[in-house]
């Protein structure tokens, strides 16, 4: 069997996850499920990213130590992992657990915290072997840097922002002091042709390589550690403390086990590696510097998506627009969750929620297409055959439909576009409710030739229920409670007696959808 690795860009543990912490989960947990629909041996790694200046600052303004900080945290991605059914695979204690107390072999999913024992050790181990190759060397660095992005930004990068931080709007520090670098210049012509070849979109690695027009510039990758002492502390050099980066972005080897001798190689290199556009730039240009100068080959995808905002504007405490997935999973499901921010959020740009959009897309496409669809269909078959699913055979009126719909699906998949595959499926369920107005089953059961009305009644209900078949294969990596739920009203030998109402209407925070 195929093995397959995904990895998650792990989310800042300084504070409770909002919906866009949440679309690196959701995102890698659908293309978890469609590797393992496809026979693969899949493994997801999630986490935490636990260290830096902004936890330490925080910490410290709560009369707390860094690490009560992110222990307090844990609880609440616990419950967004939960709430997002990312225990898929194996008992949520194993994805929560220490890395030593997890089953890899078991686990579909397996999870890291930065601030891990075992994790600070190998990251120690990865600092010795990049030293072993003689890409570290010491300097002082002078420039620029933002503590709210945790990055080092070049003069012509800071002049550009008039030397605001753009995501933070707030002025880069200028900072002078001793450090470690890594000599990612060395790696400028591999570094390019990485950056071709691995990252979707497309035009975010031609941005990248518009940054390397001069060639890859050495990076920073370590802090004095009277300035930052909480992360891991440089091997042989307590004065430094490793540059945040360096300790999270190895975090999708450290999961595996890397460097120890029995470490789970047959899972690297990660096919697909997902991150939002506002890191990319660490994984396609430090990350693969960083594997070069270990030998180990390079990540095959890097699948690039924007951010979420909220009624138009970036989310942010000051505005009160955060908005945390269990306000929205408590309420509607998780699936309806999972179905807005891939079919309503283009995958490889910025997205927009708003209550009214939201309960839109649910009352409309989830409650009135697909819901309506399948109780119109199981309440026709209760009336023109007792409910008994015995006529269905291999009949298919929509044959040429679902052939497009699996073309168009598996583009869409194996391009990491999932909003155009989950729009697929939804044209496919728009499809299945033209058919029964075209083929009118109430004016066919009027037909007075019993045998003539009985084989046409087969053929229709044979084309809706083998289309309601097809539409929860293909959604089960995006709603797998839904696909669960049509398969187990049309899959079996009769439909249930009580019709599922898979997706009641509510109108918990809008008014205009009310008339529609």
Known sequence: MTKYYLTTAIPYANAAPHIGTAIDYLYGDILLRYQLLRGKQAKLSIGTDEHGTKIEQKAAASGQTPQQLVDQLQPEFQRMRQALELNFGAPLSQVGAELAKQDFATQNIVNIRTSDPLHVKRVQAI??????????????????????????????????????????????????????????????????????????????????????????????????????????????????????????????????????????????????????????????????????????????????????????????????????????????????????????????????FSWDKFESAYNGELANDLGNLLARVIAMIRK????????????????????????????????????????????????????????????????????????RLDQVFSTLVNGLLLVAKYLSPFLPDTAQQLHQAVGGDSVPETTPIIFPKKYLHSESAKHD
């Open 127 to 352: 600092w010795r072997r990049l030293d072993q190759a003689g890409v570290i060397y010491k300097s002082t660095y002078q420039g620029w840097y933002c503590a709210g992005c945790e990055a080092f930004v070049t003069e012509s990068e800071a002049r550009e922002h008039d030397f605001i931080c753009p995501d933070h709007s707030k002025p880069y520090e200028k900072l002078s002091e001793d450090n470690y670098y890594l000599a990612v210049s060395k790696f400028t012509d591999q570094l390019r042709e990485f950056i071709k070849a691995t990252v979707v979109p497309e035009f975010r690695g031609k941005e990248l390589l518009e940054l390397l027009k001069d060639g890859a510039q050495d990076v920073s990758i370590s802090r004095p550690a009277d300035k930052l002492s909480w992360g891991v502390a440089v091997p042989g050099d307590p004065s430094q403390v490793m540059y945040v980066w360096v300790d999270a972005l190895s975090n999708y080897l450290t999961v595996l086990g890397y460097p120890d001798e029995k470490w789970h190689d047959d899972y690297w290199p990660a096919q697909v590696e997902i991150v939002g556009k506002d890191i990319l730039r660490f994984h396609a240009i430090i990350w693969p510097a960083m594997l070069l100068a270990l030998g180990l080959p390079l990540p095959e995808k890097l699948m690039v998506h924007g951010f979420i905002n909220v009624n138009g504007s970036k989310m942010s405490k000051s505005i009160g627009n955060v908005i945390s997935p269990l306000e929205i999973i408590d309420d509607y499901g998780v699936d309806a969750f999972r179905y807005y921010f891939t079919a309503h959020v283009p995958t490889f740009e910025d997205g927009n």
């Open 384 to 455: 023109y055959f007792g409910g008994n699913l015995s006529f269905v055979s291999d009949d298919n009126e929509l044959k040429d439909q679902a052939e497009t719909l699996l073309g168009n699906y598996k583009v869409a998949m194996d391009g990491l576009n999932l909003h155009d595959a989950v729009l697929a499926v939804m044209e496919y369920v728009h499809e299945l409710n033209q058919y029964i107005e075209r083929s009118a089953p109430w004016q066919v059961a009027k037909l007075e030739d019993k045998s003539e009305r009985q084989a």
